[in-house]
């Protein structure tokens, strides 16, 4: 059984700055792909940011130069810093990975989500 477990979510003034953290614990072989989505309400879920196992980061435009996606492979734990954050940042911010278990070939899953709420 997998379980991606997001913390460090919460309220914000625009501006200001939090960090987000998603710790992955089961039986897993390999994170092929770990990253971030957020939904904010009415609208569709969006991709945020990513990282390969290679270390390889992507971003969504949006966030592109106030966000950095980071991990610790040792803890199997991956962080977003969110900087100079705007109301339009408000959404639940949700983990995402690829991931190879000792009995499941590579597969999806989730975290429950954060909330993170940006105040202008």
């Known amino acids: 059984q997998v379980q991606l477990v997001e913390s460090g979510g919460g309220l914000v003034q625009a501006g200001g700055s939090l960090r987000l953290s998603c710790a992955v614990s089961?039986?897993?072989?390999?994170?092929?792909?770990i990253g971030w989505y957020r939904q904010a309400p009415g609208k569709q879920r969006e991709w945020v940011a990513a990282?390969?196992?290679?270390?390889?980061?992507n971003y969504a435009d949006s966030v592109k130069g106030r966000f950095t996606i980071s991990k610790d492979n040792a803890k199997n734990t991956v962080y977003l810093q969110m900087n100079s954050l705007k109301p339009d940042d408000t959404a639940v911010y949700c983990c995402h990975a690829l991931i190879r278990t000792t009995v499941i070939p590579v597969s999806h899953y989730w975290g429950q989500g954060t909330q993170v709420t940006v105040s202008s």
């Open positions: 990282i390969s196992s290679g270390g390889i980061a």
């Open positions: 089961g039986s897993i072989v390999t994170i092929n792909h």
